[in-house]
């Protein structure tokens, strides 16, 4: 089992930054990529940001420019660097991880980020 505990999220003004962080516990060995989601109300959850245990990232197309994923394999940990936020950022953010071998997906509770214009 896996579990992913974030935080860092908050309020902000338009323009601002958040940097959400992402705490991988359990069976850290049986992880492989990981990554950021969000669900805004009355949306699909969508992909933000991925990255692979190699380092490899993937970005959704809104936030390319402006959020940076990183990932601490020492600390078991996957930070979402998050510039010039705009009131469509509004969500929860869920971290999210997947099993090297089943590929398994595994969830946090989610963290509010909330973008004020």
């Known amino acids: 089992q896996v579990q992913l505990v974030e935080s860092g999220g908050g309020l902000v003004q338009a323009g601002g930054s958040l940097r959400l962080s992402c705490a991988a516990s359990?069976?850290?060995?049986?992880?492989?990529?990981m990554g950021w989601y969000r669900q805004a109300p009355g949306k699909q959850r969508e992909l933000v940001a991925a990255?692979?245990?190699?380092?490899?990232?993937n970005y959704g197309d809104s936030v390319k420019g402006r959020f940076t994923i990183s990932r601490d394999n020492a600390k078991n940990t996957v930070y979402l660097q998050m510039n010039n936020l705009k009131p469509e950022d509004t969500a929860v953010y869920y971290c999210?991880?997947?099993?090297?071998?089943?590929?398994?997906?595994?969830w946090g509770q989610g963290t509010q980020v909330t973008v004020s214009s």
């Open positions: 359990g069976s850290i060995f049986s992880i492989n990529d």
């Open positions: 999210h991880a997947t099993h090297v071998v089943t590929g398994r997906s595994y």
């Open positions: 990255i692979s245990r190699g380092g490899s990232t």
